[in-house]
């Protein structure tokens, strides 16, 4: 099966745009891994490239046999319907994204479904999907609810496997709520340390964390046998940019080896 990842997987490479590497570079690291699809997401400004720049990446990424995917952080609707016109050159015509912008607080339920009834349209003109991702702020059951009025065609959810821990939701519990209309998935571990007074959450290479892997690939592939999986790492920062670099690259290479060695006894 394509498996892919996430333009957060090269997370130290891109953290600083004053030495990132284009996104063609991106492209190709993503293929050296033996990935068929990547996810580009926010922390890569997709969208600062000219059009005729992205339509060359689209292109580059074919040679390459990378299916591109774009990702977007924004309760804006301007925001997304730049990003959908990028989308619209995509195969997949699907836009992950995380409702809520940057240095402001949790966006209310009410402009949540504001937004979503200004994206319906959007989406049916651009003929895309939207996937929703679970993220810190908003609980997964809001998340289902406010999605029920829109096709699950056209409104669905990138479900996470770590990001709703911050709500005390565990990814069984999100799966059970958003698996029904999930258009994709990011699989990262995770470490729990602490008790119930207080802990922590820090990553883990896929396979060595408390993530149950089996049990969620099971429920997965219950619902869906193609799913699409993008890998995401949490590595540690050491404010030492090759570290950190080299240390997304080893996680990325071990979490895939074991993410193939779990997919391979499914006879996938």
Known sequence: MKLGTTSYAFRYLLADPRGAPSLRRIVELTKSYGLDRLQVCENAQPTKLPHSAWRDLIQCAAQEGVELQLGCKTLNIETLKAHLERVAGTLNKTLRIVLEEDGEPPPTRSRLETFLERAAPLLEKAASKLAIENYFAIPSHVLAEIVGPYPSSSVGFCVDTANSLRKFEPSEYVLKLLGSRAFCYHIK????????????????????????????????????????????????????????????????????????????????
Request: net charge negative; aromatic share 10%; glycine share 10%.
């Open 189 to 268: 571990d995770y470490k729990v340390a602490g008790d119930n007074v207080g802990f922590s959450v820090g990553g883990a290479p896929l396979g060595k964390g408390d993530l149950a892997l089996d049990k969620f690939l099971d429920a997965v592939f219950a619902r869906n046998p193609s799913p699409e999986f993008f890998l995401e790492n949490w590595v540690p920062a050491t404010g030492r940019r090759e570290t950190d670099v080299e240390a997304d690259a080893l996680w990325l290479q071990e979490s895939l080896l074991n993410l193939r060695e779990r997919l391979s006894h499914r006879g996938v």
